[in-house]
């Protein structure tokens, strides 16, 4: 008999055909019965989130690599106006929330942001208990709806987040409670608070705390030992009920560990005598397993294959302008910039280029010591494109934890309230070692000081993608990137309207 029911397929091969799947045919293949819900929640299948754009029927859910450009102002405006005339709406309609279908119909835009609401809603409710962890970007760029308490959910769910990007939304500092706590955002390295004027010096206090500490010999990390559980415990089942059907039996599924790519080799200081990279198409088997390890294994009863982790050696992880104009009065907006008392004692900048054993690497061999700060900062650029990995030049201090700071996109454009306070909170507790994009135009309250304490614990910054206020005569004058928000109408610049 050569035909076959679906439901006859290995979970892993029904796993490799969900993942051709976007987010809407996902949803429903999770209605067809239970078991095709549990795959559909399987973390591997949700690792980038783009609400906004899903709300609108754009189905993207890629790596948000190409996002970073800025889009035009027009669409701008119409986010804004439809933000508007959603809360204009929510706040006139005095009908029962929970009695959508007595409360009268608005216009296409509001229409857009309710359906934008629900997505949210539903994705914190039912999707993000069960795929979180597995979360690595989460997009709400110019959300009409969202708000601090559910980006406070989103990043309680979400521990190992990389990237987040909430460009022009109204959130508050109470959205990153979750990251008070230290290590709450160990991973993160990509962040952007474009346009969030309610964002203060307590957020970015938040964040500094969240990125952990490379001047500390503690790390509470529970992610990392969550991921230390899973590489040192006996290989997780993976159960597949099918697999009992298959007269030829699935009794072991080894994982296939390739090589290092040859530009490995070209860094020569770092370079270990031997390297292995995981290839990522089986690194989401392992997740999974653990996914559904964490989920009590009630889909997975029994084990009759396993996930083999065979570590091989050591491995290594390694792993966007206008030039300042010069038109520096530096006295038409000086009455703005406002002298911060040195509250904090200052604990020492960045004397670490280290990198760290990052997700999923091993201690690999020490380097060869002696490399120069810019050294490294030239190498951790040189290896940037390579996932976003960095190559550990040693063990750092804090004994194999892996608080890195990997921070490397940070913007702040338009968040005027933040002061010299926040600046300095960030190059506290080891700096910002990789941080290679640093947008700090329209912090109308920040000044000089503030900025050279931070560039000294940035090692990496790169002066092109270094932005901030025109008038402020501060560190690489003469090649950092100027405002970019002198010709923005939406975001705060102390030259707009001139
Ligand atoms: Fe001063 Fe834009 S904030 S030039």
Redesign the pocket.
Known sequence: DSSAHISQLPTEIMLRLLRYLGPEDLCRCSQVCSSWLDLAKTGSLWRHLYPVRWARGDYYSAPPGDLDQEPGEEWVKSRQNEGRAYQEWDEDADVDESDESGRARGSPAIDTAQREKRLLNGIIQNLLPAVGPSVKSIVLAYSSTVSSKMVRQILGFCPNITHLDLTQTDVTDCAFDSWSSLGGCLSLEHLDLSGCEKITDHSMMKLSVGLGDLTSSTCFDQRSDRRAKLLKSPPIPIALTEARKNPAGRQRQALVFKPGPDRWGAVAACTPTQVWVLDPADLADIEDAADWSRRGGTSLPDAESFVETQLVGSSCCCRRSRRRGGYRTGSS?SFLHRQYALGELFCGHSACCTGDAALRTFAGPPCESGSTRSGAAEFRTKCSSFGGRRCPERQHRTGGSEATRSLRFLSLSGCYQVTDLGLRALSQRGGLPYLEHLNL????FITDVGLRELVSACPALNDEHFYY????SGPHADTAS??Q??QCGFR?????GE
């Open positions: 907006a135009s329209g912090c109308l206020c025109d008038n402020i100027g405002c928000n002198l705060a610049c102390c030259r707009s």
